[in-house]
């Protein structure tokens, strides 16, 4: 919002006032914003980072910052790696969170299957965490289950940064992929994929969203069979999606074409139709990046 100023408003309100008044709207709306409203599930304080969007607390607890994705740094003992901009991403949660107090909200499984608690972080400030991150453009909005009540929140936080160019949006090898543009690499990598469906169809009580005219050999959206009521009680017939432009994120694998695999809705963005490409660049060929800085096709998703 702009703030435009008249010599009526300035004659009429003093301006100390019209300031004060400004800051408290905007301190109450960030209060009631953000993931208070889901359970609370304790305080603790932040001993270590072990990356973008890990941390150790005092109590030796691993703690994963649920609903987000930041660069990772992958501690395998065949290949060692971190992807672009891992290091830049720990030292900004770093910068926020080390040795501060912070409570804990939790949606959901409260431990992931590495046994890593999951939590949305409001730091002993009021600063949300995640939020942070995104705004800073460090992290991408991850699938969670607290998605469904902040999810309109961090894709807006998420959009900004992206179409401000920045942390990691402003490296190309995480772009928005094209549908029909996708390659071997991007295969085993987590990924966000915008196109427009060709095609919608039923089978064995999974929903397929084709995004070329051959599933065989081109990209596919398949919504799994737990997840169809859900889908369908936020998209409703999705056949109706047919021609639409939609943006989705996943892991990308191999199921005769390219494929995401939706298990919660809200991996979907529907766009308008004037949603563009954010950038025309050509997708990195994984020959003009270093080995350390690609993901490793035998990294399971977090």
């Given at each position: 919002m702009?703030?435009?100023?008249?010599?009526?408003?300035?004659r009429?309100?003093?301006?100390?006032?019209?300031?004060?008044?400004a800051?408290?709207?905007w301190?109450?709306?960030?209060?009631?914003?953000?993931?208070?409203?889901?359970?609370?599930?304790?305080?603790?304080?932040?001993?270590?980072?072990?990356s973008?969007?890990?941390?150790?607390?005092?109590?030796g607890?691993?703690l994963r910052?649920?609903?987000?994705?930041?660069?990772?740094?992958?501690?395998?003992?065949?290949?060692?790696?971190a992807?672009?901009?891992?290091?830049?991403?720990?030292?900004a949660?770093?910068?926020?969170?080390?040795?501060?107090?912070?409570?804990?909200?939790?949606?959901?499984p409260?431990?992931?299957?590495?046994?890593?608690?999951?939590?949305?972080?409001?730091?002993?400030?009021?600063?949300?965490?995640?939020g942070e991150?995104?705004?800073?453009?460090?992290?991408?909005?991850?699938?969670?289950?607290d998605?469904?009540?902040?999810?309109?929140?961090?894709?807006?936080?998420?959009?900004?940064?992206?179409?401000?160019?920045?942390g990691?949006?402003?490296?190309?090898?995480?772009?928005?992929?094209?549908?029909?543009?996708?390659?071997?690499?991007?295969?085993?990598?987590?990924?966000?994929?915008?196109?427009?469906?060709?095609?919608?169809?039923?089978?064995?009580?999974?929903?397929?969203?084709?995004?070329?005219?051959?599933?065989?050999?081109?990209?596919?959206?398949?919504?799994?069979?737990?997840?169809?009521?859900?889908?369908?009680?936020?998209?409703?017939?999705?056949?109706?999606?047919?021609?639409?432009?939609?943006?989705?994120?996943?892991?990308?694998?191999?199921?005769?074409?390219?494929?995401?695999?939706?298990?919660?809705?809200?991996?979907?963005?529907?766009?308008?139709?004037?949603?563009?490409?954010t950038?025309?660049?050509?997708?990195?060929?994984?020959?003009?990046?270093?080995?350390?800085?690609?993901?490793?096709?035998?990294s399971?998703?977090?």
């Amino acid at each position: 919002m702009r703030w435009s100023p008249t010599l009526t408003s300035r004659r009429s309100v003093p301006f100390g006032l019209v300031l004060l008044l400004a800051c408290s709207l905007w301190v109450s709306s960030a209060q009631a914003a953000g993931p208070q409203r889901l359970p609370l599930g304790g305080t603790a304080v932040v001993k270590a980072v072990m990356s973008g969007d890990t941390v150790i607390l005092s109590d030796g607890r691993v703690l994963r910052l649920s609903g987000i994705q930041a660069p990772r740094i992958v501690q395998s003992r065949a290949r060692p790696h971190a992807w672009p901009l891992a290091a830049d991403a720990k030292a900004a949660l770093e910068r926020l969170v080390m040795g501060r107090s912070v409570t804990l909200y939790v949606a959901g499984p409260r431990q992931d299957r590495h046994d890593r608690l999951l939590a949305q972080l409001v730091r002993d400030d009021g600063l949300w965490l995640q939020g942070e991150m995104l705004s800073l453009g460090w992290a991408r909005v991850m699938v969670a289950p607290d998605l469904r009540e902040l999810g309109t929140e961090m894709y807006a936080m998420e959009q900004t940064a992206r179409e401000a160019r920045r942390g990691i949006w402003d490296n190309r090898f995480y772009a928005v992929r094209d549908s029909n543009a996708l390659g071997p690499h991007d295969l085993d990598s987590f990924q966000v994929v915008e196109g427009r469906v060709v095609s919608v169809s039923l089978s064995k009580g999974q929903i397929y969203l084709n995004f070329g005219a051959n599933w065989r050999t081109d990209f596919s959206v398949r919504v799994l069979r737990r997840s169809v009521k859900s889908f369908r009680q936020l998209y409703g017939d999705p056949r109706q999606l047919q021609g639409r432009v939609l943006r989705v994120r996943g892991w990308v694998f191999r199921h005769g074409g390219s494929e995401i695999e939706i298990s919660m809705p809200e991996q979907v963005e529907r766009g308008a139709e004037a949603i563009a490409p954010t950038s025309s660049e050509p997708e990195p060929d994984p020959s003009s990046l270093s080995p350390s800085s690609l993901p490793s096709p035998l990294s399971p998703p977090p």
